[in-house]
C-alpha cells in the first residue's frame, strides 16, 4: 500500500499542476552538507588558534625549571583555557563537523611529530601573543557586534599578556 | 532609516566612551593625591593620556554633529579612597570602566571605528592590569562601569 503510494506521488502532483521540487520546501537531502557561514569559520580560526596558544603554553611550561615563571605562565595558560571554552561555546556546528578546522595546529608546532622536546621561549610566547592580539582585531570587521566584543576582549587579554611577558 | 539609527549608536557610543574618560580624568585626579612618588608620577601619565583621549573622542563627536558629552562637577567613587592601595584599586577601577566603555564601539558597523575601540580597550586593559598587579581573561566583558556621577 505505501509502495503503491509513493509510486502515484508524481502522478498526483502532475495532476496537481506541481513539480515534486515545489512540494518539499527543505533542504535538498542529495545537495550534502551546506557551506559553514563566515561567523563559523571565523570561530573555527580563532578557536585553532587558540589551541595553539594553550600548547605553546604547556611545551613553555613544561621546559621551564624557575618556580615563579611557570607560575606565571600557568595564570596566563588558565586565561587562554577560559578564551577557549568561551570561544566553543558560541560555535554550533553541524552533527560530526570538529569545533577547529585542523584539529588544532598546535600538534603542527611539532608536539607528537618527534620525541624531541620543543623548547618554547618566553619571547616565542610574547611574539604568538602579540600576533594573536593583531588577528583577533583585524577580523572584527566581518563578524557580527556581539562575537566582535569577545574577540576584542581576548585581544585586549592578549595585550596584557605580552606586558606581563616582558613586551 | 536603518543608516540613521546607525549613525545615531556610532554617536550613543563615542558619548559613553567619552563620559568613561571624563569619570577616568577625574578619578586620577582622586588617586594621585593619596599615591607615592613612582604611582603618581604613572598616574600623571595615564592621566595626560586621557585627557589626549577626551579631546579626540570630542572632536570625533563633533565631526559627527553632535555635542560632546560635558564632564559632571563630581563623580561618586566606589569605595572610600584613604591611602595608596586604594588609590591603586581606584585607578584599575577606572581602566575597568574605560575599558568597558570601548566595548561599546566595538559592537558599532564602523568598520575603523571597530578596531578604534579595540586598540583603545588594549591600552585601558594594559594599565588596568599594571595598576592591578595582574590580568583577566575578558577585558571590559566583566568590568564594572566607570564612575557615576
Redesign the interface.
Given at each position: 500500500m505505501l509502495l503503491a503510494s509513493a509510486a502515484a506521488l508524481p502522478l498526483l502532483l502532475g495532476t496537481a499542476g506541481c513539480r515534486s521540487s515545489d512540494a518539499f520546501t527543505g533542504p535538498d537531502p542529495l545537495a550534502g552538507r551546506p557551506p559553514l557561514g563566515h561567523d563559523v569559520l571565523t570561530l573555527q580560526a580563532v578557536i585553532a588558534a587558540e589551541e595553539n596558544m594553550i600548547d605553546l603554553y604547556r611545551m613553555a611550561i613544561s621546559g621551564d625549571s624557575r618556580p615563579s615563571q611557570a607560575r606565571t605562565l600557568r595564570?596566563?595558560l588558565?586565561?587562554h583555557q577560559?578564551?577557549l571554552v568561551?570561544l566553543k561555546a558560541r560555535l554550533i556546528v553541524p552533527p560530526g563537523t570538529s569545533a577547529s578546522p585542523t584539529g588544532g595546529p598546535g600538534r603542527q608546532a611539532g608536539a607528537g611529530a618527534s620525541t624531541a622536546p620543543v623548547r618554547v621561549t618566553t619571547s616565542r610566547l610574547r611574539a604568538a601573543e602579540r600576533a594573536s592580539?593583531a588577528d583577533?582585531?583585524r577580523r572584527?570587521?566581518t563578524v557580527p557586534?556581539?562575537l566582535?566584543?569577545?574577540l576584542?576582549?581576548?585581544?585586549?587579554?592578549d595585550?596584557?599578556?605580552v606586558?606581563?611577558l616582558g613586551g | 532609516m536603518a543608516e540613521t539609527a546607525g549613525a545615531a549608536g556610532t554617536v550613543a557610543a563615542l558619548q559613553a566612551a567619552l563620559a568613561a574618560e571624563h569619570a577616568a580624568i577625574f578619578g586620577y585626579g582622586v588617586a594621585g593625591a593619596h599615591l607615592t612618588r613612582s604611582g603618581q608620577a604613572a598616574a600623571e601619565q595615564d592621566w595626560t593620556g586621557h585627557n589626549k583621549a577626551r579631546d579626540t573622542l570630542a572632536a570625533m563627536i563633533s565631526a559627527r554633529g553632535a555635542v560632546p558629552t560635558a564632564a559632571q562637577a563630581s563623580y561618586q567613587l566606589p569605595f572610600r579612597v584613604h591611602d595608596a592601595p586604594s588609590a591603586i584599586r581606584l585607578a584599575a577601577y577606572l581602566e575597568d570602566g574605560v575599558t568597558r566603555a570601548y566595548l561599546g564601539l566595538v559592537a558599532v558597523s564602523d568598520q575603523r571605528l571597530r578596531r578604534f575601540g579595540a586598540m583603545a580597550m588594549q591600552d585601558a586593559a594594559q594599565r588596568a592590569a599594571s595598576w592591578r598587579g595582574s590580568t583577566q581573561a575578558f577585558p571590559g566583558l566583566t568590568s564594572p562601569g566607570s564612575l557615576a556621577p
Open positions: 595564570a596566563l588558565a586565561q577560559q578564551h568561551r592580539a583577533l582585531v572584527l570587521a557586534p556581539a566582535a566584543q569577545l576584542a576582549s581576548i585581544a585586549a587579554s595585550a596584557t599578556h606586558t606581563v | -
